[in-house]
Nanobody, 115 residues
Framework: QVQLVESGGGLVQPGGSLRLSCAAS????????MRWYRQVPGKERELVAG????????NYADSVKGRFTISRDNAKNMVSLQMNSLRPEDTAVYYC????????WGQGTQVTVSS
């Protein structure tokens, strides 16, 4: 079965950095685009970044362009999100997502940006 396991969240001061990772299993990772979403309580889940199956096509939400970098390692079935210059408004639960036969989500990892 498809499994997505996020890690790397935590508490960081404004201006700091975190690197999120998502370990994928149960599907042919190299064939699917991967996405990172985030959600704060009371709001809809927001697409943060996406990367194509080969890594050749990448897109970002305007709010994170120039600060976040998505990458993938198809040999290790991993997708990562490097987050720099973090702001309090980046505080959210971050989720890894793949759209295979249906959408699959990880359990999420909390990112808190606060002084």
């Amino acid at each position: 079965q498809v499994q997505l396991v996020e890690s790397g969240g935590g508490l960081v001061q404004p201006g700091g950095s975190l690197r999120l990772s998502c370990a994928a299993s149960g599907f042919t990772f190299s064939l699917y685009a991967m996405r990172w979403y985030r959600q704060v309580p009371g709001k809809e889940r927001e697409l943060v970044a996406g990367i194509s199956s080969s890594g050749g096509s990448i897109n970002y939400a305007d709010s994170v362009k120039g600060r976040f970098t998505i990458s993938r390692d198809n040999a290790k079935n991993m997708v990562s999100l490097q987050m720099n210059s973090l702001r309090p408004e980046d505080t959210a639960v971050y989720y890894c997502n793949v759209r295979a036969d249906r959408g699959y989500w990880g359990q999420g990892t909390q990112v808190t940006v606060s002084s």
